[in-house]
């Protein structure tokens, strides 16, 4: 049966970009606007955090209509009643516990139980040596975690990782405590963080040496300006349909406006070295941020082989990659992707057992995952774990003609893709 693709679509608001929009505006003194935002799950616990510390954030509307957040900056912040959860975040909980460290009072975070099976030394541990204090109040290295703020002096945190949520947390309890921060990874992680700073008007500059590259934030004492902003549309969520796209027999699909950071566009760039038909179109500004239109066509994909500095712009999109690489031409091998297992499930081992448990060929290297390519049908159960990316990336391989796939849990897309099952069912209808 062959399938033709045809469709002019938008994704939903960043991801990233929308945890950054409403923490940024929720410390700033003035009222922001903010439009496009994300109105996943994600988001929704990133506003519900700061308006348990006071804060005016009403929740993402469900249309990405503007809210507008009336700041009275970071000091007006009050210590919360509650736990603050975050959900499925670990965007939420870890930049959160940079701003928090920040901040002259207690509060405890938490979150699910994914979320609380995940690690949060990485960011404790720079937090704390800034003089921040933190109670393990279950289990070592995971949340739900008690955070004393205040009194921080500056570092600068040489990081193990490229990680965004590393380096972000340490420059928010620089700009939460007005003293100068830097962070240096190993290669540059998704720069959201810095690119706002940048555009509110901070003192914040990168470098890049033979050690990594730094993140400096200076010592910056005025009050944080309001934001106007609109999100543009994520490029994560954009990978599933364009993989759709890829994986079709004829047509074409263009997606709008979408966030065209360097940082996060591994997947497309590495979709092309695997032959796919894919490029860029009316590239444009928006909020120190590059945008662009994607235009995607129905492509014959070879293997590739993905190795360590090909990850962190594509950590995200790694599940979604494995799905094309099982339609390939050949054996695709991904290393230095030892990260994937502490994700919202361990990664490497869930897409290696869908794959199989839908008569693929895979198998699982510490850091890493090979796979083979083939073209016959694929029938199976799909176990996501209550992992977003994983239900999206293998609901892709589901909407195919031909293959018979049912995935165990797809309300968890609703985590960062509110209506993904709506709009991938239109796109295979022709709708
Ligand atoms: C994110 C950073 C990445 C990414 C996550 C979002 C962010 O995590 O996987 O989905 O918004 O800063 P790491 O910093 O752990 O790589």
Same mark, same amino acid.
């Given at each position: 049966?062959?399938?033709?693709?045809?469709?002019?679509?938008?994704?939903?608001?960043?991801?990233?970009?929308?945890?950054?929009?409403?923490?940024?505006?929720?410390?700033?003194?003035?009222?922001?606007?903010?439009? !496009?935002?994300?109105?996943?799950?994600?988001?929704?616990?990133?506003?519900?955090?700061?308006?348990?510390?006071?804060?005016?954030?009403?929740?993402? &509307?469900?249309?990405?209509?503007?809210? #507008?957040?009336?700041?009275?900056?970071?000091?007006?912040?009050?210590?919360?009643?509650? &736990?603050?959860?975050?959900?499925?975040?670990?965007?939420?909980?870890?930049?959160?516990?940079?701003?928090?460290?920040?901040? &002259?009072?207690?509060?405890?975070?938490?979150?699910?139980?994914?979320?609380?099976?995940?690690?949060?030394?990485?960011?404790?541990?720079?937090?704390?040596?800034?003089?921040?204090?933190?109670?393990?109040?279950?289990?070592?290295?995971?949340?739900?975690?008690?955070?004393?703020?205040?009194?921080?002096?500056?570092?600068?945190?040489?990081?193990?990782?490229?990680?965004?949520?590393?380096?972000?947390?340490?420059?928010?309890?620089?700009?939460? *405590?007005?003293?100068?921060?830097?962070?240096?990874?190993?290669?540059?992680?998704?720069?959201?963080?810095?690119?706002?700073?940048?555009? /509110?008007?901070?003192?914040?500059?990168?470098?890049?040496?033979?050690?990594?590259?730094?993140?400096?934030?200076?010592?910056?004492?005025?009050?944080?300006?309001?934001?106007?902003?609109?999100?543009? !549309? %994520?490029?994560?969520?954009?990978?599933?349909?364009?993989?759709?796209?890829?994986?079709?027999?004829?047509?074409?699909?263009?997606?709008?406006?979408?966030?065209?950071?360097?940082?996060?566009?591994?997947?497309?760039?590495?979709?092309?070295?695997?032959?796919?038909?894919?490029?860029?179109?009316?590239?444009?500004?928006?909020?120190?941020?590059?945008?662009?239109?994607?235009?995607?066509?129905?492509?014959?994909?070879?293997? #590739?082989?993905?190795?360590? %500095?090909?990850?962190?712009?594509?950590?995200?999109?790694?599940?979604?990659?494995?799905?094309?690489?099982?339609?390939?031409?050949?054996?695709?091998?991904?290393?230095?992707?030892?990260?994937?297992?502490?994700?919202?499930?361990?990664?490497?081992?869930?897409?290696?057992?869908?794959?199989?448990?839908? !008569?693929?060929? *895979?198998?699982?290297?510490?850091?890493?995952?090979?796979?083979? !390519?083939?073209?016959?049908?694929?029938?199976?159960?799909?176990?996501?774990?209550? %992992?977003?990316?994983?239900?999206?990336?293998?609901?892709?391989?589901?909407?195919?003609?031909?293959?018979?796939?049912?995935? %165990?849990?797809?309300?968890?897309?609703? #985590?960062?893709?509110?209506?993904?099952?709506? /709009?991938?069912?239109?796109?295979?209808?022709?709708?």
């Amino acid at each position: 049966m062959s399938f033709r693709i045809s469709g002019d679509v938008r994704v939903p608001g960043d991801k990233s970009v929308t945890h950054r929009a409403l923490m940024f505006a929720a410390a700033a003194q003035g009222e922001s606007r903010l439009s !496009g935002l994300l109105p996943g799950e994600d988001c929704r616990s990133t506003a519900a955090v700061l308006r348990a510390l006071g804060c005016d954030v009403p929740p993402p &509307p469900a249309d990405g209509s503007e809210i #507008v957040v009336r700041g009275r900056g970071i000091d007006a912040w009050r210590a919360p009643a509650e &736990p603050l959860d975050c959900g499925n975040s670990g965007t939420t909980s870890r930049l959160m516990m940079g701003l928090l460290a920040s901040r &002259p009072f207690a509060s405890v975070v938490t979150g699910d139980a994914s979320l609380r099976g995940r690690p949060m030394r990485r960011i404790t541990e720079p937090l704390a040596s800034m003089g921040a204090r933190f109670r393990e109040l279950d289990a070592p290295d995971r949340l739900p975690i008690e955070v004393t703020g205040g009194g921080l002096h500056g570092i600068d945190y040489v990081s193990p990782k490229a990680s965004a949520q590393i380096k972000s947390a340490v420059l928010l309890a620089g700009l939460g *405590a007005r003293v100068p921060v830097s962070v240096t990874e190993p290669a540059l992680s998704r720069d959201h963080t810095e690119r706002m700073l940048s555009a /509110l008007g901070a003192p914040v500059r990168t470098e890049t040496s033979a050690d990594g590259v730094r993140a400096v934030l200076g010592a910056w004492g005025e009050p944080l300006p309001p934001l106007d902003l609109r999100v543009p !549309g %994520d490029p994560s969520s954009a990978a599933f349909l364009a993989a759709l796209a890829l994986l079709a027999d004829a047509g074409e699909l263009r997606i709008r406006g979408v966030l065209a950071n360097p940082t996060r566009t591994g997947f497309f760039s590495l979709a092309r070295l695997m032959m796919g038909l894919l490029h860029w179109e009316r590239g444009r500004a928006v909020g120190g941020e590059p945008v662009s239109d994607l235009v995607v066509r129905p492509s014959r994909l070879k293997a #590739v082989q993905i190795g360590g %500095d090909d990850i962190p712009a594509a950590i995200d999109e790694i599940p979604v990659l494995a799905i094309l690489a099982a339609r390939a031409e050949g054996e695709t091998r991904i290393t230095g992707a030892g990260e994937l297992r502490v994700k919202e499930s361990d990664r490497i081992a869930a897409v290696v057992a869908a794959l199989r448990a839908i !008569g693929a060929e *895979a198998e699982e290297l510490e850091d890493g995952l090979v796979i083979r !390519g083939g073209d016959h049908p694929l029938r199976g159960r799909v176990t996501t774990h209550g %992992d977003h990316r994983i239900a999206m990336a293998f609901g892709v391989l589901a909407a195919l003609p031909g293959n018979e796939i049912e995935i %165990d849990d797809r309300q968890c897309a609703a #985590v960062s893709f509110p209506g993904y099952w709506e /709009l991938l069912d239109s796109l295979v209808r022709g709708g």
